[in-house]
């Protein structure tokens, strides 16, 4: 079976600040790891995703992803935190679809809080 | 890119009464479509996976009577809220796996349902 972790239910930045929200996973397999934003009372937004290739993905809205495969972690980073990034973010895996469907897992999500 | 229309945003029925909640691919078609609940500040729940000409999966747990489940084409599925109650109040998100090699998910906006 496959899960997703993420530790913080919330994390708090100070604007211009770097931010990290932490996510480690466990699959059979290759994973396929994501990650999405969801403002309130919306859907989830895409914001980047790692299927293979360079260990470090780059997003939307400056976002950017290093997946550590010793580590099993995709921890979510930019480098300087805007108010306007105030949202619950989710980190998501899933496997190599079979079948032509995958089912991703989710993590219980972290919100992130940025302080003017 | 791919876009999944959710009907409606909010809706407020009465108990006892049924609400249909649908979702649309607009520029794909969706074989597949997965069905989530999310309780306030929480992580989202698979309800089902609902494939195109067949019958719904439902995770262990669901009520496959209270929610009933419809993929009629490709490019629809719904959610039927039957008798609904004020525990079944909750946000409703509505997603279809990508498309080739894409891997990702595309959401809905969701359906926040109050049931008074």
């Known amino acids: 079976a496959q899960s997703v972790a993420q530790p913080e239910d919330q994390v708090n930045v100070a604007e211009g600040n770097p931010l990290t929200v932490k996510c480690t996973y466990s699959?059979?397999?290759?994973?396929?790891l994501f990650w999405y934003v969801q403002y309130p009372n919306r859907g989830l937004q895409f914001l980047l995703k790692?299927?293979?290739?360079?260990?470090l993905v780059k997003g939307s809205y400056g976002f950017e992803a290093e997946f550590n495969k010793s580590q099993t972690s995709f921890h979510l980073k930019k480098p300087s935190a805007l108010v306007s990034d105030s949202a619950l973010y989710f980190c998501?895996?899933?496997?190599?679809?079979?079948?032509?469907?995958?089912?991703?897992?989710f993590g219980r999500g972290t919100s992130l809080i940025v302080h003017p | 890119g791919a876009v999944v229309s959710q009907h409606p945003s909010w809706v407020i029925c009465k108990s006892g009464t049924s609400v249909k909640i649908e979702c649309r691919s607009l520029?794909?078609?969706?074989?597949?479509m997965f069905w989530y609940r999310q309780f306030p500040k929480q992580s989202l729940m698979l309800m089902a996976t609902?494939?195109?000409?067949?019958?719904?999966?439902?995770e262990q747990g669901v009520e496959k009577d209270k929610f009933l489940i419809n993929h009629a084409s490709l490019t629809l599925s719904t959610l039927t809220v039957t008798s609904a109650h004020p525990e079944d109040s909750s946000f409703y998100i509505c997603?279809?796996?990508?498309?080739?090699?894409?891997?990702?998910?595309?959401f809905g906006s969701g359906t926040r349902l109050t049931v008074v």
């Open positions: 699959v059979s397999g290759n994973p396929y």
């Open positions: 997603s279809a796996p990508g498309q080739g090699k894409d891997y990702g998910y595309t």
């Open positions: 790692y299927i293979t290739g360079d260990n």
């Open positions: 609902s494939n195109e000409g067949s019958k719904a999966t439902y």
């Open positions: 998501a895996v899933s496997s190599p679809p079979s079948g032509g469907s995958y089912i991703p897992t």
């Open positions: 520029d794909f078609q969706a074989t597949t």
